[in-house]
């Protein structure tokens, strides 16, 4: 079946980096963009960024810019969101989610209609 | 940016109600909108695309609704396994942007 498995959780101390990983299964990999959305605990959801795995491009949330890498290795069907500079309040859990294009006669609409299960991240002294 | 506005933030309702939750945002986005479902400790689920598309199998008492600024999501009977926290996403551009949330409970 379709899914996205993510890394296990992380604890970092501010100023380190985190890499997050996001494995592909069950569909082709570089057929549909991959996402990147963080929840801290308690709160809703905020988007960080996207990529397209066959093109490679890709884009980030303006707050993020500088900080966030997303990547991906296709050999791996695997997708990755690096951020740098942690600081406390990047603790959240982290979130990958596949992104396919639904097109009508007119329009083409996108949808995240696989999520993985979430990577914790903690940052703390 | 687009700012995405949900009303309410949370609501209280009974087993057999019909709900509605709303969705502004700051400018048109035609209907590039989607509605997703989240339970504690779990990722978000998909129910809604392109406003008014229901998602493969989510249950028919859920549907969509809207275009431009104004969205609404429905529940037509509510069922115990619909208390969860609900959220819209607009993907009419980059950045992307969800809601702040809706929060269902039980009354």
């Known amino acids: 079946q379709v899914q996205l498995v993510q890394s296990g959780a992380e604890v970092k101390k501010p100023g380190a980096s985190v890499k997050v990983s996001c494995k592909a299964s069950?569909?082709?990999?570089?057929?549909?963009?991959v996402n990147w959305v963080r929840q801290a605990s308690g709160q809703g959801l905020e988007w960080m960024g996207w990529m397209n795995p066959r093109s490679g491009q890709k884009g980030y949330t303006q707050k993020f810019q500088g900080r966030v890498t997303v990547t991906g290795d296709n050999s791996i069907s695997t997708a990755y969101m690096e951020l740098s500079s942690l600081r406390p309040d990047d603790t959240a859990v982290y979130y990958c989610a596949r992104v396919p294009t639904y097109c009508s006669d007119t329009s083409c609409y996108a949808s995240f209609d696989v999520w993985g299960q979430g990577t914790t991240v903690t940052v703390s002294s | 940016d687009i700012q995405m506005t949900q009303s309410p933030s949370s609501l209280s309702a009974s087993v057999g109600d019909r709900v509605t939750i709303t969705c502004r945002a700051s400018?048109?986005?035609?209907?590039?909108l989607s509605w997703y479902q989240q339970k504690p400790g779990k990722a978000p689920k998909l129910l809604i695309f392109a406003a008014s598309t229901l998602q493969s199998g989510v249950p028919s008492r859920f549907s969509g609704s809207g275009s431009g600024t104004d969205f609404s999501l429905s529940i037509s009977s509510l069922q115990a396994e619909d208390f969860a926290t609900y959220y819209c996403l607009q993907t009419y551009t980059s950045p992307r942007a969800f809601g702040q949330g809706t929060r269902l409970d039980i009354k």
């Open positions: 400018q048109s986005i035609g209907k590039y």
């Open positions: 069950g569909y082709t990999f570089t057929s549909y963009d």
